[in-house]
């Protein structure tokens, strides 16, 4: 959706993976993140279990790496307390290019010694990228992934359509 300005102002998934937070990049991450003059309308540290993770990476399930891309997002490989990521939905003018750039190309080694991945990141001798962060790549796939990772109330001023339901039988926990 275009603003005032003529740009499109957009949403994107950013997770910095478990690699990112065994390694304590997490300020580095969005220090370099900030960069792009954009605002985080979401954020929150998930333990990623597998329907999750298999969901996320669900265009690539056919790859023979996917089993273990699915324990590297889960943090099996790095353990506890490393077995979580932190995701954030960031929003503004031509996001997704912005954010994409600052992050680097998905492999490492091509990626911009100064993006975040050619800093970073690196390829284990099992093959699996290491690149310590997610950018969503197009506003469909943000789209999809910010809904798979965030109800509606987590997001300030929610970016798509919502509805309200009626739940029976609910189940909360709350603080005791």
């Known amino acids: 959706m275009p603003n005032a300005t003529g ?3 957009q949403q994107l998934l950013v997770l910095i993976k478990p690699d990112g937070l065994k390694k304590s990049l997490t300020g580095n991450i969005l220090t370099k993140l900030s960069e792009a003059k954009l605002c985080i309308v979401a ?15 669900i265009h690539l399930k056919d790859k023979p790496f996917f089993a273990e891309l699915i324990e590297y997002i889960q943090g099996k490989i790095h353990g506890e307390p490393y077995n979580r990521v932190l995701a954030l939905v960031y929003q503004g003018e031509d996001a997704i ?3 994409r750039r600052i992050a680097g190309a998905t492999n490492p080694e091509e990626a911009d ?10 390829i284990t001798t099992k093959g699996v ?19 798979l990772w965030f109800d509606p109330a987590e ?3 929610v ?3 919502t509805k309200k339901i009626a739940l029976e039988k609910t189940e909360k926990i709350v603080w005791a």
């Open 7 to 9: 740009k499109e102002i």
């Open 97 to 99: 290019q912005k954010l």
């Open 113 to 122: 010694p100064i993006s975040i991945r050619g800093a970073y990141g690196r």
């Open 155 to 157: 997001i300030i001023g």
């Open 129 to 147: 990228y290491e690149n310590v962060i997610h950018c969503s790549s197009d506003p469909a796939e943000a789209e999809r992934e910010i809904k």
């Open 43 to 57: 954020a929150k540290v998930v333990h990623v279990g597998r329907e999750l993770a298999s969901d996320h990476y």
């Open 159 to 161: 970016p798509y359509a």
